[in-house]
Structures are given as C-alpha cells and as structure tokens.
C-alpha cells in the first residue's frame, strides 16, 4: 500500500516506466467500484460512454449505494459459503448429524463455536446449512416464479371469465396468513417418510407464494398490454405465446425481480420457523432444526442458540438490503421507502 | 391418504372394523362434496366437532375460545406497542433525514425487518429471564402464569381476558403475575411488527413533508411541532394505516412462534400442539379462525381507509 502511494506521487513529477502506472490504474478501479461516491473523470467518462449501451436507464449507477453493495457482499458470503462447504470444514455431512462426542462443549479452538447436544460441531452444521436453505429458498421460489407467470400473463393477456376465476382463486390462497396454512400443510404429511417431507416443504412455499407474482404480473402486463407494438405484432400475425414471452414478459420483470430478492429471505425466515416449530425434516442439517434443538438447554448452552440464529439473520438481511437496492435502482420514484 | 386422522387416531391398535365404523362415525366415508356441505353447516352452527388428542374428547368450540383471548390479549397488546413506538420512531427518522437518529433508526428497523421472531424471543430469555445470573432474573421465563398462582389465586372466567378478570374480581396478584409474564412476548412479537410500520411512516411521512401545505403552513408562521404533528402525520398516516392492517397476517403467523417460545398457552400453542398430534378438527377450526381474523381486520382497514381518506370514496 505505501509502495503504491508512493508511486503514485512520483509519477506526477517523473515519467515512471509502465509497470506502476498499471498498479495505479488496478488500483483506481478498485477504488472507484468499491468506494462510494469516490469519482475520477476518466474512468466516469468510461463509466458514462459503457453505460450507454448497457443501459440507458443508468441501472448500474444506481445499484451503487453502499447499503446495496453490502447486501451484495453478504449474499455472496452466503454462497461462497453454501457451495465450498466441504472445503470449509473438516467435518462431513454425515458426521454432522450423527453423534460425535460428549454433548454441549463449551466454544473452544477445537470447536470454535462450541458442540450441540449431540457434540456435532456447531460451526459446521451453520455451514452446511447454508445449502439447505439456499437451495429450498430457491427452488420453491422457482416454483412460484413458474406458476406466477404462467397465471399472471394469461389472466391479464386473455381478460374475461378466465381471468376472474384466477384472480379469484389467487385472491383465496391470499385470505390465508402464510406461515399458518404453510405450517399446516406441512404438517399434515406423514412423519416418517422423509422425501414426503421435503416435497411438503417445497409444494407449500412455491404454492403459497404464487398468488404475488401473479397479481404483481398481472398488473404491468395490463399495462404494457395497451402498447402499440403488442397490436402491431398482433398484426404481424405472431402468436399468443410468442406475443406473451417476447412482447409483454419481458417489459415486466422490474417488480418481480425486486419481490424475488425480499421473498428468498422471506422463505429462508418462514423455514427456520417452521423448523423451529418441530415441523421441518429433521434429518436435515438446517438452522430452524439447530435452534429447535438447542432451545430446552438455552440457559446452559448459549452458544448453540445464539449462533445459528444469527447465521439467518446475517442471511436474511442481505437478501433485504438487496432488495431495497433493487427496487432504488430499478424504480427510483420508490426512492424514500 | 397422507396423514389420514382415523389411522392417527387408532394408532398402534390398527383393526380393519373398527377403522371403517370410525371412518363411517365422523362421516370420512361421504364424498367431498357432500363432506364439505355438512362442514359448512356445522361451522354455522357452532358444532365444531371433538379433539382426538389433545384436550381428550373436548368440544373444540369450548377449547378454543378458551384459548383465544389469551392470544388476543398478546396481539392487541403487541399490535398496540407497535404501532404507537412505531410511528413516533418513523416521525423523527423523517424529520431528521439523513442524521444520525434516522441511520439508526432506518438500519435497526431493517434489522427487524430480518429477524427471526423465534430466535428474538430466546435472546430475551437469556438476557431478561436468565436464573443463572442475578442481574439477568427479571421475568419469568415461560408460561403464561406461574403454577403457585394458577393453585392459590385462580382467576375465573368471565370475559375470558384475564387481564379484564382478574381486575373485575380484585385478583391483583394474579394481575401483576400475569403481566410480568406478558411483558416478554407483547416486546419480542411487537418488535418485528414496529420495523415495518416504522419504515412505512418514514416514507409517507417524507413524501407528505414536500407537499405545498407544508411549506404554506411554516410561512404562515404555525409552530414546527404542530405542522409536523398535525398538518404532516395526519396525512401520513394514512398509508401507515394499512401498513398496521396488513401487518396482522405477519403479527398471528409470529404469534404461533412466539407462543411457543416463551410456552404461552394460546391459539398457537394449541395449533401445533393439533398438527403434530393430527387432530383434524381441531386444525380445521384453529386455521379457520385465524384466518377470519385475517380478513375481519382486512375489511376494517379498508373501511377506516376510506373514513381517512374521502377521495378514496368517491371513487
């Protein structure tokens, strides 16, 4: 770093050879993608002329707060974490879910967050969980994404007694409260198959959430609808679906993308939840089931409480973050919220 | 049929007879159609059906209005300490935009938003209700009113709210003891509501602060904490409204975690408590319930939305 400063005060006087000037140049980049507001005219002239055939809406710009890049920062940990943790660990999947040693050890440097009940390194099981809940958070939101679309873009592009009877349906699912008919739904399963369980998991998140995504579609697709080159492809003799993917969709993805970002916390705090409950698989290595564990023993054991938790509120506020930046940039008017 | 409720019932003493007499006692064997009819008509008529499991034979229209002022106690009390911190915290976050106060604010009610209600509810139990230390012993860490109490003070019902009871029949002790042990979940199940009702008045609340009248009214001279507290809330509080009501869906949705984490005997309690026992009516009207309240409070808020707002009306 001081050889760096160093140079770069030289190079003002002296005409330096090429290889520090490159430093330098590495060096302002860095600078001017990871510090807010830090400007250098020419790499904003850069920035301005490669914006203008990226995006003419600045969207890059905007997504340039420093909340947002957090969020960001955070997510990917949360990845980095979900997919290299084999590598992070010493421990196996399933040496983390059978019993290890002697129960609730203090966090030591052998356990650097202590042990469960069952003596399963906690620090592991945070890790490994982080897959679990990635993985059902996005599947299941894959789920509701299909199904949004699908009834959405259909509903509001063919109109009538279809599009009554969807919105009704939807506006049914909606009356529940989330977390209580997916509680119950998941419930009702049988125990003891495991896959069941799962399934359970999946269909009841993907399902409850579709009602969103189809309104918030179905709500710009009504007003992109009216656009001219809908008609003017209508005429073309294109074809409904065509007209539907490639006309309409694509012009309406701004609200689903920011609600897809706030909806994967969403499902990662409603799973730790129903895990917690008792109603999870719980065979699965995941941070609900590590609370609901640890929470007859919280006097004596806090460490098996308090870092878990944790790990879903670091994971969850990410998602969050990401979400308001989303929305800053993709919809400024919604600026203040 | 995935976790079918005569089969729970039965158990290990499985009997093929005994199986189908059952199924044909609580009218399993009807079609869907002609199953849901009767369960319309019986829901009209207050005859909810019996538990399996749970209260052992109850009624379940007894067992649950037994339990559910309790919850309701704990939500209008949560509902009410949300909403009051909630829009005071938005107003300064609003008012002091950009400042300290609103970074503190503004991130801690983004934290909220991320909480886990569950995992709020342990770390008060260990920092508020923990024996093991002295200076960390202020509440009872579960229940929803001490043993000694329950035996030596009982409280009748009369209302069924025995915040109301115990105060009608002079009961005082029971009172105190019953609000020692509301304090922790009304502050874990109020915490997670306040950070969206905080962050839905801050930004209405900035929108409402540009509007011409607001500048008119501090030409006119009128005093900064009038125009913030009249002239500003009173129009921001109009999209902060519905915030509050649709809160409701999150608030019983926590209610069920929060009650079993500090083992509150309420609605929740009882709603799990019929799931891992599979006692199907008893899920069937619990969820009924809960989501009738949904959609009673949904329509309310709707309706005092258009006392607040008249052009809403006139369209």
């Known amino acids: ?337 | 049929m995935p976790g079918d409720p005569i089969e729970q019932l039965m158990g290990n003493h499985f009997n093929i007879n005994t199986y189908n007499l059952l199924r044909h006692k609580y009218g399993f064997d009807e079609p869907i159609y002609i199953r849901f009819f009767v369960y319309l008509g019986n829901l009209f008529t207050g005859n909810w059906g019996q538990t399996f499991v749970v209260g052992k034979g109850m009624d379940v229209w007894t067992l649950i209005w037994q339990r559910f002022p309790r919850t309701a106690e704990l939500a209008i009390l949560a509902i009410v300490f949300a909403a009051i911190l909630g829009v005071n915290t938005g107003v300064i976050s609003a008012t002091h935009r950009n400042k300290t106060q609103d970074t503190v604010i503004r991130g801690s009610s983004l934290i909220g938003v991320a909480m886990p209600v569950f995992w709020l509810g342990l770390l008060f139990q260990l920092a508020f209700a923990n024996k093991n230390f002295p200076w960390t012993d202020f509440f009872p860490q579960i229940g929803y009113m001490s043993v000694n109490t329950i035996v030596y003070y009982p409280v009748t019902s009369i209302t069924g709210f025995t915040l109301i009871d115990s105060l009608i029949q002079g009961n005082f002790f029971a009172f105190w003891d019953h609000v020692q042990h509301l304090v922790l979940p009304t502050i874990t199940l109020g915490l997670i509501t306040l950070a969206s009702i905080s962050r839905q008045t801050r930004s209405s609340m900035l929108e409402v602060l540009e509007q011409d009248y607001i500048r008119t009214a501090r030409a006119k001279g009128v005093k900064e904490y009038t125009v913030i507290h009249k002239h500003a809330l009173n129009n921001a509080m109009i999209p902060a409204t519905t915030i509050i009501g649709l809160s409701i869906a999150g608030l019983l949705g926590g209610a069920v975690l929060t009650e079993n984490v500090f083992s509150y005997d309420g609605l929740g309690m009882l709603l799990v408590e019929a799931i891992s026992d599979k006692d199907y009516f008893l899920i069937n009207a619990i969820t009924f319930l809960l989501t009738l309240i949904f959609v009673i409070v949904n329509l309310i808020t709707d309706i005092i939305y258009g006392f607040l707002d008249p052009r809403i009306r006139l369209e």
């Open chain 1, 1 to 337: 770093m001081a050889f760096l400063i160093h140079a770069s005060v030289w190079n003002d006087k002296v005409n330096l050879h090429m290889e520090t000037e490159e430093e330098n140049k590495i060096l302002d980049v860095l600078k001017f993608i990871f510090w807010p507001r830090y400007r250098l005219e020419r790499l904003v002239k850069q920035k301005d002329e490669m914006e203008q055939f990226e995006s003419k809406r600045g969207f890059f710009k905007r997504m340039n707060a420093p909340l947002t890049i957090v969020g960001m920062v955070i997510i990917f940990t949360v990845f980095f974490i979900a997919i290299f943790a084999p590598w992070l660990t010493p421990y196996t999947d399933s040496q983390l879910r059978g019993i290890m040693g002697p129960y609730y050890q203090k966090p030591s440097l052998d356990h650097l967050l202590g042990t469960t009940v069952f003596g399963e390194d906690v620090l592991g099981r945070i890790i490994w969980g982080a897959r679990t809940s990635l993985s059902i958070g996005f599947t299941s939101l894959m789920i509701a994404l299909i199904g949004g679309i699908i009834v959405g873009l259909t509903a509001a592009y063919f109109g009538g007694a279809y599009d009554n009877i969807m919105m009704r349906i939807m506006d049914i699912l909606l009356a529940f409260p989330e977390l209580v008919l997916a509680l119950v739904i998941i419930g009702v399963f049988p125990q003891t198959v495991t896959n069941y369980r799962l399934t359970a998991i999946l269909i009841a998140f993907g399902v409850l959430s579709i009602p969103i995504y189809a309104r918030l579609l179905r709500g710009s697709v009504l007003s992109v609808k009216q656009n001219q080159y809908v008609e003017a492809a209508k005429v073309g003799g294109a074809s409904d679906i065509r007209i539907m993917f490639r006309h309409i969709m694509v012009n309406c993805l701004s609200p689903i993308i920011v609600n897809f970002s706030f909806d994967v916390g969403g499902i990662i705090l409603s799973l730790a939840g129903i895990s917690f409950l008792g109603f999870g698989d719980p065979s699965m290595i995941e941070w609900g089931n590590d609370l609901s564990v640890a929470r007859s023993n919280i006097l004596t054991a806090w460490w098996a409480v308090t870092f878990p938790g944790l790990a879903i509120l670091f994971t969850v506020f990410g998602f969050m973050l990401l979400g308001d930046g989303l929305r800053d940039a993709l919809d400024p008017r919604l600026k203040n919220l």
